[in-house]
């Protein structure tokens, strides 16, 4: 059957598999709603992006995707409230950020109506498969890659945007031990790392393995020059509570610029907690472990929101860091939550309605 939405084509499938899914039982992004919406660059230009069933893609095995790499994405999630209601949070960031990365791997920007119509079309249209439990959600992944023929090492002429959705489960997978990097490195100047690019994710298995096989869980980045100073932990932005004082790495071209660090930093100051974007050297982090003014280390991301660090692991020596009651990662992980399930004032004008 073929229908619009938000001028939008939609092509849906004859029989939804929604029935077929334990929405008590969801794991993280391994469940696919019925459809997807996909949009080809050829010719110079963005063609009309349509909906069409979930299905395989079908690729030249010469597509340069394969080969160089060009292969961008973003991270999202949709939330149901109370009132069955539906909400994305900042979407027009993650649009933004996603024509940086674009702009970064030579490949053709795409017009934010493309973007957001197409999103606000496909979300509506799958608002049944939004979970409704406690901490549950709709984990949106847009990406972007070279479809596009030929060996030779130049960018493709052709690409693929598509958006996909699976319905998730709370992240919540227990505090991490980490160990601080002082090998390999995830970006370098001048380099991808602000870009949310395949290759830096494929670059960072290696690293995290040989870290999992000593007993930690992720590996804090550090700066690739020096590695004196932590950067990111894992996929997510890093954060340090020293005392009462919060702090994150300033971004660079070698951090991403996350939109729930950027949030978290807001909603900090907004509760008077004190905040600092520096440097935040490791030296400083094993004193401060040593001392007993380290009192949180945590993860900033879409996907976990907030991820806690129990301990971390430098030099051969573990470090722990203490229990704290009210930690800050606990509340603002409840400030953030509340605003994006509708559960509290908005006011900084992030919610934004699926309608
Ligand atoms: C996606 C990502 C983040 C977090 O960004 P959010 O916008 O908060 O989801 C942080 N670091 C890296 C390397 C990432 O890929």
Redesign the pocket.
């Known amino acids: 059957m073929e229908t619009t939405l938000n001028n939008v084509a939609i092509e849906k499938v004859k029989n939804s598999k929604i029935h077929d899914v334990d929405f008590d039982n969801l794991s993280f992004g391994s469940v696919y709603t019925d459809h997807m919406l996909v949009c080809d660059y050829k010719d110079g230009k963005w063609m009309a992006p349509k909906i069409v069933p979930y299905q395989p893609i079908t690729l030249d095995p010469s597509a340069k995707i394969f080969h160089y790499g060009q292969s961008i994405f973003e ?2 999630k949709a939330y149901k409230d109370e009132d069955g209601k539906v909400w994305l949070f900042r979407p027009l ?2 649009f933004k ?1 996603f024509n940086k990365s674009a702009e970064r791997l030579a490949i053709p920007e795409l017009p934010e109506s493309h973007f957001m119509d197409g999103l606000l079309a496909l979300i509506n249209l799958e608002s049944d498969w939004v979970p409704q439990n406690p901490g549950s959600s709709l984990y949106i992944r847009p990406f972007m890659f070279a479809s596009g023929k030929g060996f030779h090492a130049s960018p493709a002429n052709e690409y693929k945007f598509i958006i996909a959705c699976a319905p998730s489960g709370s992240y919540f997978s227990g505090k991490v031990k980490v160990l601080i990097e002082e090998t390999y490195s ?1 970006a370098a100047n001048g380099g991808v ?1 602000y870009a ?1 690019a395949g290759g ?2 494929a670059g960072q298995f290696y690293p995290t393995k040989l870290a999992a096989e000593k007993g930690y869980q992720q590996v804090i980045w550090t700066d690739d020059n020096t590695h004196e100073f932590i950067e ?1 932990a ?4 890093v954060f340090v509570r020293i005392n009462d004082t919060l702090m994150t790495a300033p971004t660079s071209d070698r ?7 950027k949030s978290i930093l807001d909603i900090a100051n907004d509760m008077g907690i004190k905040t600092e974007v520096r440097k935040i050297s490791v030296h400083e982090l094993v004193e401060a472990a040593n001392n007993g003014t380290l009192k949180e280390m945590f993860g ?4 976990a929101v907030v991820s806690p660090i129990s301990g971390f692991g430098y030099h051969g020596k573990d470090y722990e860091l203490p229990e704290v009651t009210n930690s800050y990662a606990d509340q603002l992980k409840k400030r953030i939550t509340d605003i994006q399930y509708n559960r509290a004032e908005d006011k900084f004008g992030w919610r934004y309605p699926v309608e």
């Not at 894992?234 to 932005?237: C, D, E, I, K, V």
């Not at 900033?300 to 996907?303: D, E, I, N």
């Open positions: 991270g999202m960031e993650n950020r995830r790392g949310k830096n994710y990111e894992g996929a997510m932005n951090i991403l610029d996350g939109i729930t660090r900033a991301g879409t996907a």
